[in-house]
Antibody, heavy 125, light 107 residues
Framework: QVQLVQSGAEVKKPGSSVRVSCKAS????????LSWVRQAPGQGLEWMGR????????NYPQRFQGRVTITADKSTSTAYMEMSSLRSEDTAVYYC??????????????????WGQGTLVTVSS | SSELTQDPAVSVALGQTVRITCQGD??????ASWYQQEPGQAPVLVIY???NRPSGIPDRFSGSSSGNTASLTITGAQAEDEADYYC??????????FGGGTKLTVL
């Protein structure tokens, strides 16, 4: 079972950028899909994008396109999420998670397992 | 609609059965997965692929679906089941989407 270990908490000024890392143990990193999910204080979960390290393919929802960049270093089994132009509303816990999928009967299923421990990013002047 | 709707809060008496629901059009095409999140902790997968439990998840957790509604059922709720629960499926663009979460209180 892969384990995901994230970098430590960050405090950033509005307008700056932050980069959070997610290091995977195990040998499935290159063939896996890594997603990033954030959770603002007292709020729900929000998907931010994914990377398939083996193919170098990334996907982002429209609301994060242009402001979030997800990369991966296959040599160290580490994924990175960089967010620019930070504002106070970006204060949240940021999680990486392995995204998996399959077909069950007639339904397509995707799920996230395991998750990293989370990284608190605080944006404050 | 690209939303997944969950009741904000549900309560259950210790040892009783509780059902947490998730509604959304995408659930007609995509099976829901379910996550348990305790305060200050990362989410933990409890159900995937309609009704599959990862290793280590007690068999009192089960999943089902009908039409546009997916359900997570806890049969014989325990005190340690008190947590927030989130469903996950996809939006109209095919991107992952989470429900707003349900806070479960075990009385």
């Amino acid at each position: 079972q892969v384990q995901l270990v994230q970098s430590g908490a960050e405090v950033k000024k509005p307008g700056s950028s932050v980069r959070v890392s997610c290091k995977a143990s195990g040998d499935s990193f290159n063939t896996s899909t890594l997603s990033w999910v954030r959770q603002a204080p007292g709020q729900g979960l929000e998907w931010m994008g994914r990377i398939i390290p083996f193919l170098g393919i990334t996907n982002y929802p429209q609301r994060f396109q242009g402001r979030v960049t997800i990369t991966a270093d296959k040599s160290t089994s580490t994924a990175y999420m960089e967010m620019s132009s930070l504002r106070s509303e970006d204060t949240a816990v940021y999680y990486c998670a392995q995204e998996r999928g399959g077909v069950f009967g007639v339904l397509i299923s995707t799920w996230f397992d395991p998750w990293g421990q989370g990284t608190l990013v605080t944006v404050s002047s | 609609s690209s939303e997944l709707t969950q009741d904000p809060a549900v309560s259950v008496a210790l040892g009783q059965t509780v059902r947490i629901t998730c509604q959304g059009d995408s659930l007609r095409t995509y099976s829901a997965s379910w996550y348990q999140q305790e305060p200050g902790q990362a989410p933990v997968l409890v159900i995937y692929g309609k009704n599959n439990r990862p290793s280590g998840i007690p068999d009192r957790f089960s999943g089902s679906s009908s039409g546009n509604t997916a359900s997570l059922t806890i049969t014989g709720a325990q005190a340690e089941d008190e947590a927030d629960y989130y469903c996950n499926s996809r939006d109209s663009s095919g991107n992952p989407l989470f429900g707003g979460g349900t806070k479960l209180t075990v009385l």
